[in-house]
């Protein structure tokens, strides 16, 4: 019965994000640490709290054995992680299509996926310290990212060059917020791949 209170609070608080974070992404040029809040609560925020509300016995099938797929779910992840961060880098048609897509769809599944791969109602990988190091290396470019975002010392968006941010600051210090936002919402995953590396939460998942 409490595990069932669980699951449905955590379902609530997940769909709760969920509107949120759709909400934030309407203007996105708004504020970068805004838009990239929105996208990190869609991507890392939402997905652990909606995958807590799935019981064992619904998480298998074919579909499920295809949205988890561990090296799937990295490729997407990582992809999605580096594309939409760091755009510079590829094509700029390729980048222009990207960010034609709806990216909070993407980023929500690309959460999903992954996080997929620590949560015990999705994960694929038996091992808890191997599913906890597939985690914290997946996680790894985003974390650099964020890095990068917060010391850059120039501009790496252009549009926001010729906006005015929501809190009318510099856009140089608008991009080392979203950096800071985006390292922020990156440890719960750091922090709960850790967990299955050191196999602290063993007992709870065999009892």
């Known amino acids: 019965m409490r595990a069932d209170r669980l699951r449905i609070l955590s379902a609530i608080c997940g769909v709760l994000m969920l ?115 597939l985690g914290w290396l997946g996680s790894l470019p985003m974390m650099v990212v964020a890095l990068v975002w917060m010391l850059w010392p120039d501009v790496l968006y252009t549009p926001y060059l010729d906006v005015i941010c929501r809190w009318n600051v510099p856009p140089i210090t608008d991009q080392h917020w979203a950096g800071f936002v985006m390292f922020l919402a990156g440890l719960p995953l750091q922090l709960a791949a850790a967990w299955l590396v050191l196999g602290i939460g063993r007992h709870s998942e065999t009892a």
């Open 19 to 133: 509107g949120w974070g759709f909400w934030g992404i309407h203007d996105p040029l708004a504020s970068m640490a805004s838009y990239t809040a929105a996208l990190m609560v869609l991507n890392q925020i939402a997905p652990p709290l909606l995958l807590l509300a799935v019981p064992r016995r619904v998480a298998g099938g074919v579909f499920g054995d295809m949205l988890f797929d561990p090296l799937a779910a990295s490729v997407v992840f990582v992809g999605l992680s580096v594309a939409i961060s760091l755009p510079g880098i590829f094509d700029r048609s390729l980048a222009g299509a990207l960010y034609a897509a709806p990216l909070g769809l993407l980023e929500l599944i690309a959460g999903l996926m992954f996080w997929g791969q620590l949560m015990p109602a999705t994960r694929r990988i038996a091992r808890l310290w191997l599913a906890g190091t």
